[in-house]
């Protein structure tokens, strides 16, 4: 009897576990479901505008802004924003972030890492914790940005960003984060937020359009660039916001049909005991009437 109590203790607790993945699986739904509807309208937006900006600087060559947001000096102190979650129970999200940061610091800037040029910038409270046990320096988090995430907040770390690169206390600025594929995907990306660069498509394919400008191209490209960068920023943010709950959804989901399986498991366990133990309990009559007999 003792082993049929465990068992329904463990069949109990699975029950109420199912029932936390099951609301969360939901919750990270409705939130995926209103998330992806602003990633695939900023979408269409962000390509437009990074294909002006390349036909205008083919158009143009080099001008006087890309002179401020880009160097071609080798890059000594770099800066890393390190993008994931406030949040666990999304499978391996926030590893796989931290795995590639510190492959980004192995692979591409063990010098600088040595000389500790390296800083990162955390946005997400897992990466924060994480790295702040590491001798690394580190600038103050921005985990406050998820609560109220909207293009206004975003532009104010971004403008941040691009005043210290633009004040020389970073060469190069990366960020680290996964881009939303779908529910079931996203892709682990190291994108170079600055230097700009030079805006010359790798498509041989790519036909600048002959915009007709007012003010002037060059008075246009210091207008966009910033913007670009700011939109950029943004959409890195929301993609990491939105693959969060892709990702949470998809681990919640399975965790709900684990413990489905295990449930129904114990349960089978649970009736083989009961069996077990009603037939004990007959054959122990049955013994005990035999031996009144004799």
Same mark, same amino acid.
């Given at each position: ?52 900006? @390349? ?100 532009? @104010? ?138």
């Amino acid at each position: 009897m003792a082993n049929l109590k465990a068992i329904r203790i463990r069949i109990s607790s699975v029950k109420s576990t199912r029932q936390i993945t099951s609301a969360m699986k939901m919750v990270s739904a409705a939130k995926l479901r209103k998330a992806q509807d602003k990633i695939v309208q900023l979408k269409p937006y962000v390509s437009k505008l990074q294909e002006i900006l @390349t036909g205008l600087n083919q158009s143009l060559g080099e001008s006087d802004v890309e002179s401020v947001f880009g160097r071609n000096s080798e890059p000594e102190k770099i800066l890393l924003v390190v993008i994931t979650s406030n949040r666990g129970l999304c499978g391996a999200f926030n590893s796989n972030v931290i795995k590639e940061t510190k492959r980004v610091i192995v692979e591409k800037y063990p010098d600088q890492f040595d000389k500790g040029n390296i800083t990162l910038l955390t946005i997400g409270k897992k990466g924060f914790d994480y790295f702040r046990r590491l001798n690394i320096k580190m600038l103050p988090e921005k985990n406050t940005l998820f609560n109220n995430l909207s293009f206004e907040n975003c532009v @104010t770390v971004a403008e941040e960003i691009m005043n210290s690169f633009v004040a020389g206390e970073y060469d190069r600025v990366e960020i680290v984060y996964n881009q939303f594929k779908n529910a079931a995907v996203q892709y682990l990306t190291d994108e170079t937020f600055l230097p700009v660069s030079t805006g010359k498509s790798d498509n041989k394919k790519f036909q600048a359009t002959d915009y007709i400008c007012e003010p002037g191209k060059e008075e246009i490209i210091k207008e966009l660039i910033p913007k670009s960068l700011k939109i950029q920023f943004y959409k890195a943010v929301l993609d990491s916001f939105v693959a969060e709950h892709g990702a949470r959804m998809t681990a919640m989901h399975k965790a709900t049909d684990n413990a489905t399986t295990m449930i129904r498991d114990l349960t089978l366990q649970y009736n083989k005991a009961r069996q077990a133990a009603i037939t004990n309990q007959i054959l122990e009559v049955v013994s005990g009437a035999e031996a009144l007999k004799g």
